[in-house]
Protein backbone atom coordinates (compact mmCIF):
# COMPACT_ATOMS: atom_id res chain seq x y z
CA UNK A 1 0.00 0.00 0.00
CA UNK A 2 1.04 3.22 -0.68
CA UNK A 3 -0.10 6.52 -0.05
CA UNK A 4 0.68 9.90 -1.46
CA UNK A 5 -0.08 13.35 -0.34
CA UNK A 6 -0.31 16.38 -2.21
CA UNK A 7 -1.76 20.09 -2.20
CA UNK A 8 0.17 21.66 0.42
CA UNK A 9 1.86 25.21 0.48
CA UNK A 10 1.85 28.52 1.18
CA UNK A 11 -1.24 30.62 2.45
CA UNK A 12 -2.25 33.41 3.97
CA UNK A 13 -4.22 33.04 7.51
CA UNK A 14 -8.05 33.16 6.37
CA UNK A 15 -6.97 31.35 3.32
CA UNK A 16 -7.79 27.51 1.76
CA UNK A 17 -5.88 24.41 1.04
CA UNK A 18 -7.58 21.23 -0.49
CA UNK A 19 -4.67 18.00 0.48
CA UNK A 20 -5.61 15.31 -1.74
CA UNK A 21 -3.87 11.18 -0.72
CA UNK A 22 -3.77 9.05 -3.57
CA UNK A 23 -3.51 5.30 -2.55
CA UNK A 24 -2.27 2.47 -4.85
CA UNK A 25 -5.34 0.55 -4.74
CA UNK A 26 -8.84 0.75 -3.77
CA UNK A 27 -8.92 0.50 -0.24
CA UNK A 28 -10.22 3.38 1.70
CA UNK A 29 -13.69 1.80 1.64
CA UNK A 30 -12.02 -0.82 3.59
CA UNK A 31 -10.34 0.51 6.84
CA UNK A 32 -10.90 3.56 8.26
CA UNK A 33 -8.63 6.50 7.79
CA UNK A 34 -7.41 9.78 8.09
CA UNK A 35 -5.72 12.70 7.94
CA UNK A 36 -3.04 14.06 10.94
CA UNK A 37 -0.19 17.11 11.29
CA UNK A 38 2.99 17.39 13.27
CA UNK A 39 4.01 20.75 14.03
CA UNK A 40 7.63 21.32 14.94
CA UNK A 41 8.25 19.95 18.36
CA UNK A 42 4.74 18.87 19.12
CA UNK A 43 3.32 14.96 18.35
CA UNK A 44 1.67 13.72 15.53
CA UNK A 45 -2.29 14.70 16.01
CA UNK A 46 -5.78 13.58 14.41
CA UNK A 47 -7.00 16.66 12.46
CA UNK A 48 -9.74 14.57 10.62
CA UNK A 49 -11.39 10.16 10.92
CA UNK A 50 -13.64 9.15 8.20
CA UNK A 51 -14.57 5.17 9.16
CA UNK A 52 -15.10 2.99 6.07
CA UNK A 53 -19.21 3.70 6.54
CA UNK A 54 -18.39 7.66 5.85
CA UNK A 55 -18.89 8.98 9.58
CA UNK A 56 -16.50 11.77 9.81
CA UNK A 57 -14.85 13.47 13.60
CA UNK A 58 -12.84 16.34 13.82
CA UNK A 59 -11.37 17.39 16.92
CA UNK A 60 -12.58 20.96 18.27
CA UNK A 61 -9.20 22.89 16.96
CA UNK A 62 -10.58 22.20 13.02
CA UNK A 63 -14.63 21.16 13.39
CA UNK A 64 -16.21 24.00 11.40
CA UNK A 65 -12.70 24.38 9.16
CA UNK A 66 -11.77 21.05 7.95
CA UNK A 67 -13.87 18.44 6.14
CA UNK A 68 -12.44 15.29 5.15
CA UNK A 69 -14.45 13.37 2.20
CA UNK A 70 -13.09 10.52 -0.01
CA UNK A 71 -13.90 9.57 -4.00
CA UNK A 72 -13.77 5.66 -4.12
CA UNK A 73 -13.70 5.61 -7.70
CA UNK A 74 -10.45 7.71 -7.65
CA UNK A 75 -8.58 5.88 -4.68
CA UNK A 76 -8.78 10.05 -3.21
CA UNK A 77 -9.14 10.57 0.00
CA UNK A 78 -9.10 14.68 0.69
CA UNK A 79 -8.68 17.30 3.42
CA UNK A 80 -10.59 20.53 2.87
CA UNK A 81 -8.95 23.50 5.25
CA UNK A 82 -10.64 26.48 5.18
CA UNK A 83 -10.03 29.98 7.61
CA UNK A 84 -6.58 28.60 8.14
CA UNK A 85 -4.95 29.95 11.34
CA UNK A 86 -1.06 30.32 11.72
CA UNK A 87 -1.09 27.66 14.27
CA UNK A 88 -2.66 25.08 11.59
CA UNK A 89 0.93 25.39 9.97
CA UNK A 90 2.24 21.92 10.24
CA UNK A 91 3.25 18.70 8.02
CA UNK A 92 0.24 16.70 6.56
CA UNK A 93 0.35 12.66 6.53
CA UNK A 94 -3.04 10.87 5.41
CA UNK A 95 -3.12 7.35 7.00
CA UNK A 96 -5.19 4.35 6.53
CA UNK A 97 -5.88 1.34 8.87
CA UNK A 98 -5.66 -2.02 7.07
CA UNK A 99 -6.29 -4.72 9.13
CA UNK A 100 -3.36 -4.82 11.87
CA UNK A 101 -1.12 -2.54 9.99
CA UNK A 102 -1.12 1.60 9.25
CA UNK A 103 0.32 2.74 6.69
CA UNK A 104 1.07 6.25 6.40
CA UNK A 105 2.01 8.84 3.53
CA UNK A 106 5.08 10.54 3.16
CA UNK A 107 3.43 14.01 4.30
CA UNK A 108 2.93 17.22 2.70
CA UNK A 109 3.55 21.23 4.25
CA UNK A 110 1.20 23.63 4.92
CA UNK A 111 2.78 26.70 5.97
CA UNK A 112 0.24 29.38 7.28
CA UNK A 113 1.24 32.73 6.97
CA UNK A 114 -0.16 35.63 9.43
Known amino acids: VQLVESGGGLVQAGGSLRLSCVAS????????SGWYRQAPGKQRELVAG???????NYPDSVKGRFTISRDNARNTMYLRMNVLKPEDTAVYYC?????????WGQGTLVTVSS
Open 95 to 103: NWLGGSNSY
Open 25 to 32: GNIFRFGA
Open 50 to 56: ITTSGTT
